[in-house]
Nanobody, 130 residues
Framework: QLQLVESGGGLVQPGGSLRLSCAASGFNLAAYIVGWFRQAPGKEREGILC???????NYTDAVKGRFTVSRDLAKNTVYLQMNNLQPEDTGIYYC????????????????????????WGQGTQVTVSS
């Protein structure tokens, strides 16, 4: 069964950093696109990036330059390095995987592309507060 597990969330002050992990089991992440989503308190879920197996990645303007995604194929894990975190980054972060080779054009809009993903993690809480 396809499964993803997120970890690495926590409480940080503005300007701090966190690294989130998305560990896969039951399938090989090397053959999947991976998306990251977040849901702020009282807000709808939004996509923040989508990365392909060749490393090509699309980031939203809100996170570009601060967040970086990478893959460790040996560990079957995707990492999200988040730097210079701000209070507006607070929310639950989810990873998702899907077996096509290309990221969807509308990767930011969960309501449109959320159903295309084959596996979802349970989420990890990120809180940025002074």
């Amino acid at each position: 069964q396809l499964q993803l597990v997120e970890s690495g969330g926590g409480l940080v002050q503005p300007g701090g950093s966190l690294r989130l992990s998305c560990a896969a089991s039951g399938f090989n992440l090397a053959a999947y696109i991976v998306g990251w989503f977040r849901q702020a308190p009282g807000k709808e879920r939004e996509g923040i990036l989508c990365t392909e197996s060749n490393g090509s990645t699309n980031y939203t303007d809100a996170v570009k330059g601060r967040f970086t995604v990478s893959r460790d194929l040996a560990k079957n894990t995707v990492y999200l390095q988040m730097n210079n975190l701000q209070p507006e980054d607070t929310g639950i972060y989810y990873c998702a995987a899907e077996g096509t080779l290309k990221c969807p054009r509308d990767f930011e809009i969960y309501e449109i592309i959320g159903l295309v993903y084959d596996a979802w993690g349970q989420g990890t809480q990120v809180t940025v507060s002074s």
